[in-house]
């Protein structure tokens, strides 16, 4: 399960990092660093589904995507085409960040939420947030019409829940592309965007790429 690798539930501490360091010559030199760990303070939330859409919530239905998403977002790109901080898909006001702890319906069933969601009536615009090439675009059980977008470097970003999709596979973006609308398709409460961005093949809160540069 690739949301098993992320580091959402990483103990807050100092570990220890072995870095590889090679030079214009080809000489690798070993480097070893502390990384501090901070906790995310990550918050509960109570979610309740549209109704019919208690059975999205079936894990064989989430593994399979996962297998989907992690086959495209684990592909290692060495062209760059982000340059700066990414911009915000939806001109909309952003309703549940990442990391949050939801419990569904009855209370029962916890997920962890990986990416950060907009509130938006349906149809209003997503927009590309860096240039890109589109590596998905099809429609999933969970996260309803999607559309993942790969930024090289190992940085993809994706795009649920919506009404309609206008790129497809193999369609290059430019930032600020109307790419598709903001739905309610899929394991949803109500209308909007979820935006995630993966990075070498695991979720991380995709704000922080909005706040600073990653160059």
Same mark, same amino acid.
């Given at each position: 399960?690739?949301?098993k690798?992320?580091?959402v539930g990483t103990?807050?501490g100092?570990y220890?990092?072995a870095l590889?360091?090679?030079?214009?010559?080809?000489?690798?030199?070993?480097?070893?660093?502390?990384i501090?760990?901070v906790?995310g /303070?990550? @918050?509960p939330?109570t979610i309740?589904?549209?109704e *019919?859409? #208690?059975?999205l919530l079936?894990?064989?239905?989430e593994?399979?995507e996962l297998t989907i998403?992690?086959r495209v977002m684990?592909?290692f790109?060495?062209?760059?085409?982000?340059d700066?901080?990414l911009?915000?898909?939806a001109?909309?006001?952003?309703?549940s960040?990442?990391?949050v702890v939801r419990?569904?319906n009855?209370?029962?069933?916890?997920?962890v939420?990986?990416g950060?969601?907009?509130?938006?009536?349906?149809?209003?615009?997503?927009?590309?947030p860096?240039?890109?090439?589109?590596?998905?675009a099809?429609t999933l /059980?969970? @996260?309803?019409i999607?559309?993942?977008?790969d930024? *090289?470097? #190992?940085?993809f970003?994706?795009?649920?829940?919506?009404?309609e999709?206008?790129v497809?596979?193999g369609?290059?973006v430019?930032?600020?592309?109307?790419?598709?609308t903001i739905?309610?398709t899929?394991r949803v409460s109500?209308?909007?965007?979820?935006?995630?961005?993966?990075v070498?093949g695991?979720p991380v809160?995709?704000?922080?790429w909005?706040r600073q540069?990653?160059r």
């Open positions: 399960d690739v949301y690798r992320q580091p103990r807050a100092v220890p990092a590889t360091l090679t030079d214009a010559a080809g000489q690798p030199t070993p480097l070893m660093v502390n501090r760990v906790s /303070n990550y @918050r939330e309740t589904l549209l *019919g859409r #208690g059975a079936n894990v064989a239905v593994d399979a998403l992690n684990a592909r790109n060495p062209s760059r085409y982000f700066g901080p911009g915000l898909p001109a909309a006001a952003m309703t960040p990442f990391g419990q569904y009855d209370g029962t069933v916890e997920r939420h990986f950060t969601d907009f509130a938006g009536v349906v149809g209003s615009p997503i927009f590309a860096a240039a890109g090439r589109v590596v998905l099809d /059980n969970v @996260r309803g999607a559309t993942v977008i930024h *090289g470097w #190992g940085v970003t994706g795009y649920w829940h919506q009404s999709r206008y497809q596979v369609d290059e430019s930032p600020g592309q109307v790419i598709g739905g309610d899929g109500g209308p909007h965007l979820h935006w995630e961005l993966w070498n695991v809160d995709p704000m922080q909005a540069s990653f």
